[in-house]
């Protein structure tokens, strides 16, 4: 990757924070380059405004406020880590690597080593500083088995050496295999995982008997236990069941110190209220307790934001389009089920799916079709060849002929030799997305294939997919710029509280999946990926669904945002019940008292529309 800011350690100092003297150690190599990437474009505007309470909503309470170990991957895990400072971050429009918990950073010459800077201004938000200890830390904290989290195990021990301590404010980080520097760097500032540093002071060890330094008993613990973050909000208050209230660390948050983190997170406090319903929610919102809503829902965005609000002009509409990366979503199928696991079977469904008629007759053609394969957006390490297989129920059929299910039941649904019928339940988290469900449902039919709903409610829907108790499951899972296999794809995660949500094993994956993590050349790397989405798609593991390159949200005239509006990676304007976002919203608290003062009177103003397609695909 081409870094157009390169300094000296003495250029640096002078350019971003007086270092002390032992950023000169004699303990570092003292031909390093030192990378900061100081001159990329501001994405934030200086006209945002602090202050006010930013409401929003969830549809069910967490069922842990950890990030890490079981239930933790659902509910606010992008609150409390994927969303908080890493030692860098990608840019939002150019991609390069910019400061966050680093203000720079250097490569040993082996590709495997990557020397830090921290920020000796970044604090915790109970106020202790952020030192290399924390990092030292980190790395027991994701090692111990206390955690219960296979995934956060196997990374931290199996692609991390060693983390070394040079001064308070000097670390290096070693890979176990050699990586680009590009890749090093995804690596370690993996937005779900990225090596954020964990607060030694707030984890009072307890009983610990394998001697790690975490509690043994640390999952029940720490359930609802809220950690200092280094983050701009932390936890404030909790309401079990009712709401969740995240406040601002302040005005002199060590963040501001740092030009790509002006002018951001804006709002004094994030409440996020439990309103189990949408359309209960809706109607909270287009009452004003509610700040924006999303509208990604073609029926919200084409017919339901039409009412009195909107026509007034007191509630805004935008449509922007980005450019993230679309992980492998549609439905997943736990091949761990007798049926399931012919291959014959989950073709004819993948055949029987008519996700192209979903998107035509129920999404109003707003939708994408994804790929097959596992993921699209990632560039050269994703295949652009593999179409979706289509909607064709005599050639799905065809394969649950070869499977044996040759008799047709009175209801239409086909039978195998032991009076088994073809059906199988689809596992979803929304009633929104009942009437997606339904649509393929009556479609199945046409092959003799029977489908039933299963809803399962919001983060629950995810902790029963989770344990592997689905058979199908209706899900969309994110990605990160280089694809991650060994999650999804590996035999060691076919079991349950992993992300292998197909519970698929095969040995030639495996050697493939080892052969992709031990790569250094880019393009053998890139060849490599290939081979994987192939054999993916060829296993008929998860019938690729549709994707949204776009967000669409309603909101209030009091909410502002930046012109342009989207960037690349804008995954959303406004935080909700998911995301903190980028954070570059505000409330102007002058134009919400004239907004109110308006409808008491009977004011109104022209209705706004925004539209921002600079990412259109």
């Known amino acids: 990757m081409n870094n157009n800011n390169k300094h000296t350690v003495a250029a640096l100092a002078i350019a971003m924070v007086t270092l002390s003297p032992s950023v000169f150690s004699s303990a570092l190599p003292s031909d390093l380059t030192w990378i900061s990437n100081l001159d990329e474009p501001l994405f934030a505007s ?351 059929i065809r394969y649950f002929e070869k499977a044996g299910f040759t008799q047709i039941g009175a209801d239409g649904i086909r039978l195998n030799g032991k009076g088994e019928r073809l059906t199988f339940s689809v596992t979803y988290s929304s009633p929104a997305r009942t009437p997606r469900v339904a649509y393929l449902k009556e479609q199945a039919k046409q092959a003799g294939l029977e489908l039933t709903l299963n809803l399962v409610d919001g983060s629950s829907a995810f902790k029963y997919i989770l344990e592997k108790k689905h058979e199908l499951a209706y899900l969309t899972m994110s990605g990160g710029k280089i694809p991650a296999y060994w999650e999804y794809l590996h035999s060691s995660n076919a079991k349950p509280q992993t992300n292998n949500h197909t519970n698929y094993r095969s040995a030639e994956m495996d050697e493939k999946i080892a052969a992709y993590l031990a790569e250094f050349d880019t393009k053998k790397k890139q060849a490599i990926s290939h081979d994987i989405q192939k054999m993916s798609a060829d296993a008929f593991l998860v019938v690729p669904g549709y994707m949204a390159p776009f967000t669409r949200e309603a909101y209030w005239r009091w909410m502002k945002f930046p012109t342009p509006a989207m960037t690349k990676e804008t995954h959303y304007l406004f935080s909700n019940s998911l995301y903190l976002t980028l954070g570059t919203y505000w409330i102007d608290l002058d134009v919400k008292k004239e907004t109110k003062s308006a409808m008491k009177k009977g004011k109104t103003f022209e209705p706004v529309v925004v539209v921002d397609d600079t990412y259109k695909p």
């Not at 196997?154 to 670390?171: A, L, V």
């Not at 035509?360 to 596992?374: A, M, S």
Request: glycine letters at 8%; hydrophobic letters at 30%.
């Open 46 to 396: 200086p006209e945002a405004k602090r202050g006010g309470t930013y409401r929003t909503y969830m549809r069910s309470f967490p069922q842990t406020l950890r990030s890490v170990g079981p239930d933790a991957n659902s509910g606010l895990r992008h609150y409390f880590m994927d969303e908080v400072p890493k030692l860098a971050h990608s840019h939002p429009i150019t991609g390069k690597w910019i400061p966050q918990l680093a203000l720079a950073w250097a490569f040993g010459d082996d590709h495997k080593t990557v020397y830090f800077k921290l920020d000796p201004n970044a604090t915790w938000s109970d106020g202790e500083r952020v030192t290399a200890d924390d990092y030292l830390f980190m790395l027991k904290y994701y090692r111990s088995k206390d955690i219960i989290d296979p995934w956060y195990n196997d990374f931290f021990t199996n692609h991390i050496d060693t983390i070394e301590k040079i001064d308070d404010h000097t670390i290096v980080i070693r890979a176990k295999v050699a990586k680009s520097h590009d890749e090093l760097m995804y690596m370690i500032n993996l937005p779900s995982n990225g090596l954020q540093p964990r607060p030694e002071h707030f984890f009072k060890v307890g009983k610990d008997e394998n001697n790690d330094g975490i509690d043994d008993n640390f999952v029940r613990k720490y359930n609802f236990k809220a950690e200092p973050t280094t983050g701009p909000y932390y936890l404030d208050k909790v309401k079990k069941g009712k709401s969740i209230t995240f406040k601002h660390v302040g005005k002199d948050w060590w963040g501001y110190s740092n030009k790509y983190y002006q002018h951001r997170y804006n709002v004094d406090k994030i409440r996020i209220r439990v309103i189990r319903d949408m359309d209960i929610a809706n109607k909270h919102f287009e009452k004003g307790d509610l700040d924006s809503f999303m509208l990604v829902l073609p029926d919200l965005w084409h017919e339901k934001s039409n009412t009195e609000p909107y026509q007034n002009g007191y509630i805004h509409k935008v449509w922007g389009y980005n450019q993230v990366v679309q992980g492998a979503g549609g439905l997943w199928m736990n091949t761990a089920t007798p049926l399931l696991g012919d291959i014959n079977v989950r073709r004819g469904i993948t055949y029987a799916t008519d996700f192209d008629g979903l998107i035509k007759n129920v999404l109003r053609g707003d939708y994408l079709r994804k790929p097959h394969g596992f993921g699209t957006g990632y560039g050269d390490y994703g295949l652009s060849n593999l179409t979706p297989p289509p909607f064709a129920p005599q050639k799905a």
